[in-house]
């Protein structure tokens, strides 16, 4: 490993880690509050091979985060946590992180944690695009093409359009994608992922045929 950002709001805990992975060879970047953890991941080229988030942070929780990295990476995430609820840890990996660590742990198996991951993540580099039918997703570059035309999609059709080209074939009801998108506290209408389906149709040209509504259950991506 040669560079990980790390998300928490503990100092100590921070110069701990950072410490014992510096003695690895290990660069750790620290970031202490949400708000400006989702600045880099919203602004950055994210320039890491893994990251450490907490999930209690100021101004975003790191479920937030968690969420908004899947829609950007498929970088690899471990929640380090003091939560160690049941459902906090499904919900965890309900979102994609790869591993989920309850605190107090020992360094010595977080760095193993990490090494390993980051070893599998790069023997996976090859597989990162999505496709199906006339519609391709490229998770590592953020780039969407449709019938060989790139597609510019804001974060939310991106979202959406990853998940259903993850789900291939299956039919995905709206309450799926308000938990995974929006996220499990958003309380507006579920009428939002119909604008949002109009939207990305609309985007994909031809190709947005493919994306078929079965009323009164949801939405399902097929090949054609």
């Given at each position: 490993?040669?560079?990980?950002?790390?998300?928490?709001?503990?100092?100590?805990?921070?110069?701990?880690?950072?410490?014992?992975?510096?003695?690895?060879?290990?660069?750790?970047?620290?970031?202490?509050?949400?708000g400006k953890a989702f600045d880099i991941i919203r602004d950055s080229e994210l320039d890491y091979e893994l990251v450490l988030l907490d999930i209690m942070l100021p101004e975003t929780d790191g479920f937030t985060l968690c969420r908004q990295l899947r829609v950007r990476s498929d970088i690899p995430i471990i929640f380090i946590t003091a939560r160690g609820r049941e459902e906090d840890i499904l919900y965890g990996y309900d979102l994609g992180c790869d591993d989920y660590i309850v605190k107090p742990f020992l360094l010595s198996a977080l760095y193993s944690k990490c090494e390993a991951l980051v070893r599998r993540a790069g023997s996976n580099d090859n597989g990162k695009v999505l496709s199906c039918g006339g519609i391709s997703l490229d998770t590592r570059t953020l780039r969407c093409f449709a019938d060989d035309n790139e597609v510019e999609l804001p974060p939310k059709e991106f979202a959406i359009l990853r998940?259903?080209?993850?789900?291939?074939?299956?039919?995905?009801?709206?309450?799926?994608?308000?938990?995974?998108?929006?996220?499990?506290?958003?309380?507006?209408?579920?009428?939002?992922?119909?604008?949002?389906?109009?939207?990305?149709?609309?985007?994909?040209?031809?190709?947005?045929?493919?994306?078929?509504?079965?009323?009164?259950?949801?939405?399902?991506?097929?090949?054609?």
């Open positions: 490993m040669k560079k990980i950002l790390l998300i928490e709001d503990d100092t100590e805990i921070c110069e701990v880690i950072r410490n014992y992975f510096n003695n690895k060879g290990t660069e750790v970047s620290a970031v202490n509050s949400g998940y259903l080209l993850e789900h291939e074939n299956w039919v995905v009801t709206r309450d799926t994608l308000l938990d995974r998108i929006w996220g499990y506290d958003y309380f507006g209408s579920d009428r939002v992922v119909d604008n949002h389906i109009k939207k990305l149709r609309k985007a994909l040209g031809s190709a947005g045929a493919q994306i078929k509504t079965l009323v009164g259950r949801g939405y399902k991506l097929t090949k054609e």
